[in-house]
């Protein structure tokens, strides 16, 4: 049951459910910056910065899968 405010309407968003999403952006981010690091270290050289996020993007939606997870 949700829990009651001092207005009299209930809270949405309890503090588990704030540290649980918490969590799992942190997660979701780690995962992220490795794939991230995987790509940069696996990269020719003298690729720009901009180039290396561009191609560690399309990982993203798994690190999301993996956070929610």
């Known amino acids: 049951m949700a829990e009651r ?3 009299g309407f209930p809270r949405l968003v309890t503090p ?3 540290w649980a ?3 799992s952006a ?3 981010g780690l995962v992220l910056l ?3 690091v995987v790509t940069a270290l696996t990269d020719e050289g003298q690729v720009a ?3 290396r996020v561009g191609r560690a993007l399309p990982a ?3 690190c ?3 956070g929610a997870w």
Do not use: E, M
């Open 49 to 51: 910065f901009v180039v």
């Open 64 to 66: 999301a899968a993996l």
């Open 5 to 7: 405010s001092t207005k």
């Open 34 to 36: 490795l794939v991230y």
């Open 21 to 23: 999403a918490a969590r």
């Open 60 to 62: 993203a939606p798994v």
């Open 26 to 28: 942190l997660f979701a």
């Open 16 to 18: 588990w459910d704030a």
